[in-house]
């Protein structure tokens, strides 16, 4: 399926913890760590498991930056 998100961090699975209908997701991206919660369903369903190759797709409508 095509997406319009452009910002994609690929990496492997670090860890999935399922808590009920939620679950947080720990990609190691070259030495970064890139957390997100997803439904455990879209756990399921991408077959996400530790050791996995995975990607982060990061799309924002707004960006805030700090210096």
Do not use: F, H, W, Y
């Not at 190691?28 to 399921?44: F, L, M, P, Q, Y």
């Amino acid at each position: 399926m095509p997406i319009s998100a452009r910002n994609r961090l690929s990496g492997t699975v670090q860890s999935v913890t399922v808590e009920g209908p939620i679950a947080e997701v720990v990609i190691d991206v070259d030495g970064t760590e890139v957390t997100a919660t997803i439904t455990s369903a879209s756990v399921e369903r991408l077959g996400l498991e530790e050791g996995e190759e995975a990607t982060a797709v990061v799309k924002a409508s707004d960006v805030m930056v700090e210096n």
